[in-house]
């Protein structure tokens, strides 16, 4: 079946530093999305990528979509405390019936202020 | 106002019981979904529920049942309670892409 895995599962940064977590699909997607879950909170959306190759910014955060459409990317520039958090990204399964999504295992965040 | 809200927050309960998770939409969207997220938060979608049509993620044991008295609201069932559904359960809801998640249920069974 498909599988959609995140690398790395953890990371410390020191504030300031940058960060950036990698999504990679077993199978070719129509579109990626990407949610960050805060501790003890839960998921919220992000953003979708639909097309190949594409690149969008949300602020500090610059999200990728591959050229294969089988891999995304997320990066934080200068992480704050506030971006603290579990990054997840998730694609179509079931060949997107009734708009299930795959979720990789995420990231998790941690930032040293 | 709550855009998707779930009832308990939390529920202990033990073995062999049954027990139900309310979770209703203000958004006025057209699907929503139940996830289980385990210890490790790994989020796995379990089914997706759209005007009557139900798909079912075909690793969900048929312990787990939906249910939905209207478009604002899909219920999990959940019979026979196992250790193993221990976990946090989100309810969603989209109308496109984004899926708006509820605030979740810690269920514990013991």
């Known amino acids: 079946g498909q599988q959609v895995m995140q690398i790395p599962q953890y990371q410390h940064v020191q504030e300031g530093e940058d960060f950036t977590t990698y999504c990679n699909s077993s199978t070719t997607l129509s579109n990626i999305q990407w949610y960050k879950q805060r501790p003890g909170g839960h998921p919220v959306f992000l953003i979708q990528?639909?097309?190949?190759?594409e690149v969008k910014k949300q602020k500090r955060l610059t999200f990728q979509f591959g050229e294969a459409k089988k891999n995304s990317s997320l990066h934080i520039t200068a992480t704050q405390t506030t971006d603290v958090g579990t990054y997840f990204c998730a694609g179509p399964s079931q060949g997107g019936a009734g708009n299930m999504l795959t979720f990789g295992g995420g990231t998790r965040l941690m930032v040293k202020p | 106002d709550t855009a998707v809200s779930q009832t308990p927050k939390y529920l202990v309960t033990q073995m062999g019981n049954d027990k139900s998770i309310k979770c209703e939409q203000n958004l006025g969207h057209d699907t929503m979904y139940w996830y289980k997220q385990d210890s490790k938060k790994f989020l796995k979608i379990m089914f997706s529920y759209n005007n009557k049509e139900l798909i079912i993620n075909e690793t969900v044991p048929n312990r787990f049942s939906p249910k939905s008295p209207d478009k604002a609201h899909l219920n999990l069932h959940i019979n026979s309670l196992e250790l193993g559904d221990s976990a946090v359960y989100f309810c969603?809801?989209?109308?496109?892409?984004?899926?708006?998640f509820g605030p979740g249920t810690r269920l514990t069974v013991t």
């Open positions: 969603a809801s989209s109308q496109k892409a984004a899926q708006y």
């Open positions: 990528l639909v097309k190949s190759g």
